[in-house]
């Protein structure tokens, strides 16, 4: 047996060896920049196939090179199924390395990119290992150990370095430095690889038959490179139509994206992707500027990732950085979504800047005042409940301007305002270290801390000082006083509930001891407003328990005494109070509103016990200024009039001028229509009020009833004489016929008589009672009286 040992390496096969790894290093490159940028999964898989099999295949042919290098002048052959698994582990290697870095190099993942290069790299070692058994030829090849695990090691190194330089430094340099290390690392594994085997002849060697020689070695690398090749070309034109497909869907996507008001950020890993017109426009930049960068770097808030996040079930409130300006409120929501077939989290923002003012307006109006600035109720209670708790004592002063509806509804309702304006300044400037409230209508109220709740008694009559001034209205000059009432904290009430009804009932003490005064509470007044809302409770049921009657005021001719009618006076004997006088339990009637229907049981039962009488004299009924408020007046007074049988010509409603100040027009459009079912309706009251000479001419009353309260001062006062005989006067000159009330004495009575007064009633006449007697009290003494 002989033994020839091969010659020296052949150089041009090596220089296609280092051909082959240089054009690997260019296209591996190349081609992973392709993997990195493309979108969607599939994209994606093609072209991390399209590199492994073009840089696999570079991969292969420059073993090999190395191969023909080996067997040169040996009369090698090639077994080409072996040859093609080490394709196919070439292929396989490079793949897996390629799908492992690419991600990371577009995040700079250096570790995972430098193990998807060793992947690359072992490639060439395995490539090498399996190709070296393909050769064939007429004696063996022996493979020195350790040069080549030298030379893998080289291989896998370089290719991990170069992995490493291409995560780190981005750009054409980047890559052209990485391909710069991976070219000479693999080219010295495949010079190593072909030093460490080393071919012996052996005559006895025969070469297989399924081994084929150089030539049809190199027509079948020559046949796998065209196969890539149009592979590659196949791949191109197939992501040149996916990218143009996805570019209009892109252009489409965008399209519709800038249509929307609201911005709309693209993100990846909280990196912006692309934006649309409203988010650029929010945030003050280019949407080429925004791209790549961070989204929470935009994002102002103590918890930008939590803003941020996914999971939040709910819009986040943020403010959002902007250039040349301050930070904008805007609300967040995201939402995972399939862009393009891949995975982004797209960010909604609404600028709720609007939305902020008109909340702050809205929250402005929910505790303040529109007419006069102050804070209102629900502020008040927040604020007292707040002084309550800090501790220490806390004064509450209630003030109410006195006689204000009567100014109002004389002058106006804009002269009211100007009224209500005008206090609150007032108030403001006589406690100004103090909380002041409108609680509505002309309800005020102040919180008083410190020294305004240690000298509680100066600073409330400081605010009647300052309010009981006049008051100059368009020139109209008017007088519209407040009284004042207040309570200190804890030593006047211990909660919120009890200090304000405390203080207000120190406010009821000032207006009953004669208004434009100031109270402190006292436990009196406890008392007296506790009993006060105790019989508000028994009135609402003094109907139903038959505790209410009448009393009948006779009504006579001035001149011979004839009675010509009476005027029906409520009277409530209470079970355990007795009998309440009238000028107790109306007033609080006519605060709950419970005179309504009192005072339709007065009139049904006014109306009943007239039809009864022994003559038809006229029945007097009086009438509520609230009964004019709630419901239909006028088809009460027309179903009792049917219901009871009394003709309408004998029953008399007397009112008030508070009837007309409500609502005027309203109020004479109801007296006409009363008038209209044959009543007579007469002016109550007359010469107490703003406007009784302006009402006489405004609606034709039939009668006119003088006020006592001229009546009793006759004798005394000279202003009384002539306001009485200007309205008999009056009244004849009108042709009203006029009573006179309050009558008393005979004096007053021929005063009235000479005045020709038509009809007068008081205690001369007659005193209210129970029973109806028709006999003239002027009548001789001893005359038996009848009663109906």
């Known amino acids: 047996m002989s033994y020839l040992t091969s010659g020296p390496l052949d150089p041009a096969t090596l220089a296609f060896a280092f051909a082959s790894s240089v054009a690997a290093a260019i296209l591996l490159f190349s081609l992973m920049r392709r993997v990195e940028v493309v979108e969607g999964a599939g994209r994606k898989s093609l ?28 009369d090698a052959g090639f077994d080409l199924r072996i040859a093609g698994a080490a394709l196919v582990v070439a292929v396989v290697m490079v793949a897996c390395g390629v799908a492992l870095a690419a991600p990371n190099l577009s995040e700079n993942g250096v570790l995972n990119a430098a193990a998807g290069g060793a992947a690359v790299g072992a490639a060439l070692l395995l490539t090498h290992y399996v190709g070296v058994n393909a050769v064939r030829l007429p004696g063996r090849l022996d493979m020195f ?35 710069a290390v991976f070219a000479v690392g693999a080219f010295a594994f ?28 190199l027509a079948a690398a020559a046949a796998a490179a065209s196969g890539l090749l149009l592979f590659a070309l196949f791949a191109i034109v197939l992501d040149w139509r996916l990218e143009n497909r996805s570019g209009s869907e892109v252009d489409r996507l965008q399209a519709l994206s800038d249509l929307s008001s609201e911005g709309l950020v693209v993100c990846d890993e909280l990196k912006i992707v692309d934006v649309n017109v409203a988010a650029a426009r929010l945030m003050g930049l280019d949407p080429t500027v925004l791209r790549r960068r961070a989204f929470r770097d935009f994002i102002d808030a103590p918890d930008p990732d939590r803003v941020l996040s996914a999971s939040l079930a709910k819009p986040q409130n943020a403010l959002l950085r902007t250039t040349g300006g301050e930070p904008l409120p805007v609300e967040v929501a995201s939402r995972d979504l399939q862009v393009l077939g891949r995975t982004r989290r797209v960010f909604t923002l609404r600028n709720v800047s609007e939305q902020r003012r008109s909340e702050t307006q809205i929250r402005h109006l929910a505790y303040h005042d529109p007419l006069t600035g102050l804070a209102n109720r629900a502020a008040f209670n927040e604020a007292l409940a707040g002084a309550l708790k800090r501790g220490g004592e806390v004064a509450l002063f209630c003030i109410d301007l006195d006689r204000f509806k009567e100014v109002n509804d004389v002058f106006g309702h804009s002269t009211g305002d100007e009224i209500l304006k005008t206090a609150a300044r007032r108030i403001v400037a006589a406690a100004p270290d103090a909380m002041v409230f409108r609680l509505g209508g002309d309800e005020f109220v102040a919180i008083g801390t410190g020294p305004d709740a240690g000298d509680a008694d100066k600073l409330a009559r400081r605010l009647t000082e300052r309010l ?14 407040a009284s004042v009432g207040f309570a200190v904290f804890p030593h006047h009430g211990s909660t919120i509930d009890a200090l304000f009804a405390n203080a207000d009932a120190a406010l009821y003490r000032a207006k009953a001891d004669g208004r434009g005064l100031a109270r402190g509470f006292e436990p009196d007044m406890d008392l007296a407003l506790r009993e006060r809302r105790v019989l508000q409770q028994d009135l609402a049921t003094a109907i139903s ?24 006076l409520l009277r409530w004997k209470h079970p355990v109070r007795g009998v309440v006088p009238p000028g107790v339990f109306i007033p609080v009637a006519e605060e709950t509103a419970a005179i309504v229907p009192i005072g339709e049981w007065v009139l049904r039962t006014a109306c009943a016990e007239a039809v009864r009488w022994m003559r038809p004299g006229k029945v007097a009924v009086n009438l509520s200024p609230i009964q004019f408020q709630h419901g239909d007046i006028v088809g009460l007074v027309h179903g009792i009039l049917l219901e009871t049988g009394l003709p309408a010509g004998r029953l008399e409603l007397e009112i008030t001028e508070g009837v007309l100040l409500h609502d005027l027009p309203g109020a004479l459009s109801t007296l006409r229509r009363l008038k209209a079912l044959g009543v007579q309706i007469a002016m109550d009251d007359f010469g107490t009020g ?12 039939d009668r006119i009833k003088i006020d006592a309260s001229f009546i009793r001062t006759l004798g005394s006062s000279p202003q009384a004489k002539a306001i009485v005989r200007a309205v008999v006067a009056l009244g004849a000159s009108l042709d009203m016929p006029i009573t006179a009330e309050g009558v008393e004495t005979h004096e007053q009575r021929s005063f009235l008589a000479e005045l020709q007064c038509d009809e007068i009633q008081g205690y001369l006449v007659g005193r209210p009672s129970p029973l109806v007697s028709f006999d003239s009290p002027f009548e001789r003494p001893g005359r038996t009286r009848r009663a109906s």
């Open 190 to 217: 495949h010079a190593l690889g072909a030093i460490a085997v080393d071919a012996t002849l052996d005559p006895r060697v025969a070469i297989p038959e399924v081994a084929v020689d150089h030539t049809e070695a």
């Open 47 to 74: 072209w991390v196939g399209v590199t492994a099999s073009a840089v696999g295949l570079l991969i292969w042919a420059a073993h090999v090179g190395g191969m023909l290098a080996v067997g040169a002048g040996l």
């Open 545 to 568: 328990r038959n505790e209410m009657f009448l009393h009948w005021m006779p009504q006579a001719d001035t001149v011979s005494g004839e009675i010509r009618g009476f005027e029906a």
């Open 690 to 701: 703003y406007s009784s000479l302006s009402y006489l001419q405004a609606f034709p009353f």
């Open 145 to 179: 150990g350790t040069l080549f695990l030298v030379g893998g090691g080289v291989a896998v190194a370089a290719s991990a370095a170069a992995f490493a330089l291409a995560a780190t430094f981005r750009g054409l340099n980047g890559r052209m430095a990485a391909g």
């Open 468 to 481: 009981n001034v006049e008051t100059v209205v368009g020139g109209t000059l008017i007088r519209c006083g």
